[in-house]
């Protein structure tokens, strides 16, 4: 069986500062992980995915998570939130098979 | 190249009418996904077209509901006697195969109210 937990529903974060939206997961395999960003009234965009090579992978618009594997974590970070970054993020495992698993999201908020 | 699409992008309907929501996937993609989002939720898994076979019909919620898929490209979903609690954004995907590590890209959704 496969699961994901997204940690926070709500995520606020001045324009400037990091972000770190945290995702952890269950899987009876090595999982494929992804983080995807859904803007107001858009389609999901992939941001990044592991899928068993670097354990630390790099994604558009300055994004970047790393597969801990120990921790069962698969967090999405980046530097320096800009206001364009206010969306929705899903994190999703997918684990021996093509059926994708989504996190019920969390929705980042950029304060001016 | 041209991404997934998806039609209407926005339906109302009444209770108790038939709809029908249209994909076109990525052209070469031979899997394809449907998934629903109700209003403030996660994405939840419908049913997925390896060509124009449905190996899993898990997702489908009730018998009211159905998809095919032609010409391993285009895919409807059809939802009969609508419900109000059908209301929700339909979303399509498409992959290049049914692999765990292959990215599915999505369309931009069908917006779904019943009244």
């Known amino acids: 069986a496969q699961s994901v937990t997204q940690l926070d529903s709500h995520v606020s974060v001045s324009e400037g500062t990091p972000v770190l939206l945290r995702c952890n997961y269950s899987?009876?395999?090595?999982?494929?992980l992804f983080w995807y960003v859904q803007h107001p009234n858009k389609g999901l965009q992939l941001l990044l995915k592991y899928t068993s090579a670097a354990t630390l992978v790099k994604g558009i618009n300055g994004f970047e998570a790393e597969f801990k594997k120990s921790e069962t974590s698969f967090h999405l970070t980046k530097p320096s939130a800009h206001m364009s970054d206010a969306a929705e993020y899903f994190c999703?495992?997918?684990?021996?098979?093509?059926?994708?698993?989504f996190g019920t999201g969390t929705r980042l908020k950029v304060l001016a | 190249g041209a991404g997934v699409s998806q039609s209407p992008s926005n339906k109302v309907t009444e209770k108790g009418k038939d709809v029908e929501l249209r994909c076109d996937p990525i052209?070469?993609?031979?899997?394809l996904y449907w998934y629903r989002q109700r209003l403030g939720q996660g994405l939840e898994f419908l049913i997925y077209f390896q060509g124009n076979s449905a190996p899993d019909k898990s997702g489908l919620p009730s018998d009211r509901f159905s998809a095919e898929r032609t010409g391993e490209s285009v895919s409807t979903l059809t939802i009969q006697r609508t419900q109000q609690e059908d209301s929700a954004v339909y979303l399509c995907?498409?992959?290049?195969?049914?692999?765990?590590?292959?990215?599915?890209?999505f369309g931009p959704g069908t917006r779904l109210l019943v009244l």
């Open positions: 899987s009876s395999y090595s999982p494929s």
């Open positions: 999703v495992v997918a684990s021996g098979t093509y059926k994708y698993i």
């Open positions: 995907a498409s992959s290049l195969e049914d692999r765990d590590f292959e990215t599915q890209y």
């Open positions: 052209s070469g993609h031979t899997a």
